[in-house]
């Protein structure tokens, strides 16, 4: 891609990711009912972009809605949540939808989110123009979140990260991977990353879980990922990357070590969870050496960090665990 959104690292800066200056992009009451826009998905789409976008209402009712815009950076969010018809199952249930992800597959733009089905687990459905979309079975039992889908098949068969979880707010978690022929049944469950002890890497030392859809490079699978401590003050989210080998991802390679991003301005810090940085999507141009981060801050608002994706692979395997 070479129309990502893009800013410069600023003259005084020494980190491997910095935030846009006009960030947040989206603010919590874009649309007329939200209490807040967070966790959302952003894909390249015709001459502009698209997007899945967590709007939770003012009666804090967690949906996803559809988003589009032309420079990636100021979206047009559409005002009613997206309705599902029937994909490769007759059954579309839903208590809630939240923190969504989108990856363009083949023919179509694979959506993946934390489902409502007797607790959270991970929904699937896909489009071809953001305008239908069609729900298909859900991948795992409950509980499970995070369910982030590869861009490609491994070994002939679709592949996604996930959380196993609880249905509270989960003290634990570890990323697994599943495989699948067919976007309906999944198996061959392997543990990818667990949480880290906490005097190696406190940041991500009480749960993970998988990010933006993964990227490829020539070092292996770029996975972003989230790392939550629990503190004296109630969770902390943080960003951090890994590297996984191409053929087996459920090999590690390298996993960093200090986090790329964490809480650490106004609406980072304050909103109606505090202390959270989660990212959801990133887009990329390798030429550019470009990577463009969007992510979810304090629960409450959406915005942008940046990176060169050669500083980021590099940073990974000099800070590795």
């Avoid at 986090?259 to 505090?274: H, I, K, M, T």
């Avoid at 940085?277 to 608002?301: Q, R, S």
Wanted: proline residues 7%.
């Amino acid at each position: 891609m070479s129309n990502i959104p893009w800013q410069d690292k600023p003259e005084n800066s020494n980190e491997v990711i910095w935030r846009y200056s006009n960030n947040p992009i989206i603010n919590r009451y874009a649309i007329p009912t939200s209490n807040s826009i967070f966790n959302s998905a952003v894909v390249p789409f015709k001459d502009g972009f698209a997007g899945v976008f967590r709007c939770d209402n003012k009666a804090v009712q967690m949906n996803i809605f559809a988003g589009f815009s032309k420079n990636g950076v100021d979206w047009d969010i559409n005002h009613e949540p997206i309705v599902m018809q029937a994909g490769n199952t007759e059954m579309i249930e839903s208590d809630y939808k939240y923190d969504p992800r989108v990856v363009f597959i083949e023919d179509r733009y694979w959506i993946t989110w934390c489902n409502g089905y007797n607790g959270p687990t991970i929904g699937i459905g896909y489009t071809f123009d953001f305008k239908e979309f069609f729900q298909c079975e859900n991948a795992f039992l409950p509980f499970n979140r995070n369910g982030v889908l590869f861009p490609q098949k491994i070994n002939g068969k679709y592949a996604m990260l996930s959380r196993p979880s609880d249905n509270g707010h989960t003290p634990f978690g570890d990323i697994y991977i599943s495989y699948s022929p067919d976007m309906k049944y999944w198996g061959e469950h392997r543990c990818v990353m667990k949480a880290t002890p906490f005097e190696e890497s406190a940041w991500q030392c009480t749960k993970i879980g998988a990010g933006p859809i993964p990227i490829l490079t020539d070092e292996g699978w770029l996975m972003l990922y989230h790392g939550v401590i629990n503190t004296c003050n109630g969770f902390r989210y943080a960003m951090g990357a890994a590297i996984l080998e191409v053929d087996t991802p459920e090999n590690v390679k390298y996993r960093t070590q200090p986090y790329l991003l964490g809480p650490a301005v106004d609406y980072e810090q304050v909103g109606d969870v505090p202390n959270v940085v989660f990212p959801c999507a990133a887009l990329h141009d390798i030429e550019e050496d470009k990577l463009a981060i969007y992510y979810g801050a304090a629960d409450t608002v959406v915005a942008m960090a940046f990176g060169k994706l050669s500083e980021v692979i590099q940073y990974t395997k000099d800070n590795s665990l």
